[in-house]
Each structure stands twice: as structure tokens, then as C-alpha cells.
């Protein structure tokens, strides 16, 4: 399978603790997005990639939040000092071109619970 | 970012084709209106996008207004396995390209 590929499926954590989660994107997508998803809502974007520059921040992500990408390939999201309100699901998608509108291919997302 | 308007739930037949609408009147002239599902415990799917002209491809067929305030997603003959939550997101046509989903709308195909 070459989809989109996030790790872990499953994530609990205590409150206070940090968690990272990460991402492996289709082979030579250039953009990488990260959006966050909570119970009966629609995904919300969180950051985006252009190979290794992250472009935008939302204001969701606060400044516990951090998203790498290094060397344009894999991702990973870091929440530092985890809260109750952090738990969702996080998802990763990824498209193949630099510029216009494009596809994005999601994987099956990380949920996270914080007790 | 384009805000979107989607009934919450919608019961269909199998077999029978499900009419999903989208009103998005804030939609501006740069702004796609993409579809996807989701279905339980799995990412969102793609299923079909358009800016002025209707479309069509093997999953769905979609009807876009001439005003581009709303949209219909057609899945012709539906399925069991068409159950699932489905978003209609604009994206911009900015440097970003990121999708603003709604809550959805979750359709529920039966026997």
C-alpha cells in the first residue's frame, strides 16, 4: 500500500505529558497538511508543508504545537504538555504538486485521547 | 474561507441514487468546491471537484449553480458501502490549497 501512512493508529497519554505523532506521505508528494479532528466535526486545518518550509500555521496551533518536516519527506507533529482539549483525531494528507489546486490524500489519522 | 451548509443526515435506498446538496453562498470566484467522505475510523476519501461546470467521474456526479452558491453530489446508484459522512470543502485558490470542511453529512444507505 502506498498511501498515506500515520503512527501511531493510538494514543494515550496523561495530561502534562509530551506526545509526537508522525506522518509518511505518498512517495514525491511536495505538500504535506496536517489538520486536527474532533468528534462530529469536520477536519480542521492545523499546518501545511511545501516540501520542507511550513508555510501556515493555523491559530489552532498553539505554541505547544510543532510540525517538522525535514528534508521534505516524513512529518512529524509534537504537542508539548498535553491538555484534555487536545484530544482528537490528527490527520495527515499529503498532494503531489507545487501549485493549484490539487487532490489531497488523507491517511487514517492518529487519535489521541489525554486522560 | 467559504462557510458551508449541509443537512445532517440523509437516509437513502440501495440501489437508488443519493442527491447530497451544499449551499456555500459565500463562495468566492478563486474557491473550488471539493467533495469527500469519511468513512468510521478512516481518513476522508475524495471523491469530486469542480468550479463552474458540472462534473462527472466514476464515483459521483456533481451539479455546481450557475451563481456557484451551491452544489448537488450525485452518487447514482448507491451502495451499502456508500455510508459514511460526506463533506463538500471550497479551497482556495491561494498559496495553500487547505480544505474547509463543515460537519458533513451523514448519509446512511439501506438495504
Known amino acids: 500500500d502506498t498511501g498515506v501512512s500515520q503512527n501511531p493508529r493510538h494514543k494515550i497519554t496523561k495530561r502534562g505529558q509530551n506526545v509526537t505523532f508522525r506522518c509518511d506521505p505518498i512517495?514525491?508528494?511536495?505538500?504535506l497538511y496536517w489538520y486536527r479532528q474532533t468528534l462530529g466535526q469536520g477536519p480542521e486545518f492545523l499546518t501545511y508543508?511545501?516540501?520542507?518550509?511550513?508555510?501556515?500555521k493555523s491559530r489552532l496551533l498553539s505554541d505547544r504545537f510543532s510540525a517538522e518536516r525535514p528534508k521534505g519527506s516524513f512529518s512529524t507533529l509534537e504537542i508539548q504538555r498535553t491538555e484534555q482539549g487536545d484530544s482528537a483525531m490528527y490527520l495527515c494528507?499529503?498532494?503531489?504538486?507545487?501549485?493549484?489546486?490539487?487532490?489531497?490524500?488523507f491517511g487514517a489519522g492518529t487519535r489521541l485521547s489525554v486522560l | 474561507d467559504a462557510k458551508t451548509t449541509q443537512p445532517t443526515s440523509m437516509d437513502c435506498a440501495e440501489g437508488r441514487a443519493a442527491n447530497l446538496p451544499c449551499n456555500h453562498s459565500?463562495?468566492?470566484?478563486?474557491?473550488?468546491v471539493y467533495w469527500y467522505r469519511q468513512i468510521h475510523s478512516q481518513g476522508p476519501q475524495y471523491i469530486i471537484h469542480?468550479?463552474?461546470n458540472n462534473e462527472t467521474n466514476e464515483m459521483a456526479s456533481l451539479i455546481i449553480t450557475e451563481d456557484r452558491k451551491s452544489s448537488t453530489l450525485i452518487l447514482p446508484h448507491a451502495t451499502l458501502r456508500d455510508t459514511a459522512v460526506y463533506y463538500c470543502?471550497?479551497?482556495?485558490?491561494?498559496?495553500?490549497?487547505?480544505?474547509?470542511f463543515g460537519a458533513g453529512t451523514t448519509v446512511t444507505v439501506r438495504a
Open positions: 494528507a499529503s498532494s503531489p504538486r507545487a501549485g493549484g489546486p490539487d487532490i489531497q490524500y
Open positions: 512517495s514525491e508528494h511536495n505538500r
Open positions: 508543508f511545501q516540501n520542507e518550509a511550513q508555510l501556515e
Open positions: 459565500t463562495i468566492s470566484g478563486n474557491e473550488y
Open positions: 469542480g468550479l463552474k
Open positions: 470543502a471550497p479551497i482556495r485558490r491561494s498559496n495553500d490549497y487547505k480544505l474547509s
